[in-house]
């Protein structure tokens, strides 16, 4: 089953640090999405599928669907964000903010 209309794998990345999740969500992705955007220009094709944050337990996860996992290495550290944990064959049920906008 192909997690994406592209058919590209999804990852799923965490990140434990207090600075990562201490900032607004918004301001998070809005860096994410940047730094996505610059690949994209570039012709590297990566998706931020869904973030979320549970500022109790200091933790975000973030979503992406790729063509490997070195793409969304890539987008995460240049938006500033080097990756923490990085799960591979990842599914999902569908694009969660697709369904918000």
Known sequence: MS??????????V???????????LDETVAKLDSAIEAMRAE?????LLVA?????????????????PDAVRQACE???????RLTAGIEISHDMRAVSQ
């Open 3 to 12: 997690n994406t209309a592209l058919g590209d794998s999804c990852y799923l």
């Open 14 to 24: 965490e990140w434990y640090r207090r600075e990562v999740t201490a900032r607004p």
């Open 43 to 47: 012709g590297s094709a990566v998706r």
């Open 52 to 68: 979320l944050t549970a500022r109790s337990d200091q933790v975000l996860y973030s979503v992406f669907a790729a063509s490997s």
């Open 78 to 84: 240049r938006a500033g964000l080097p990756v923490e």
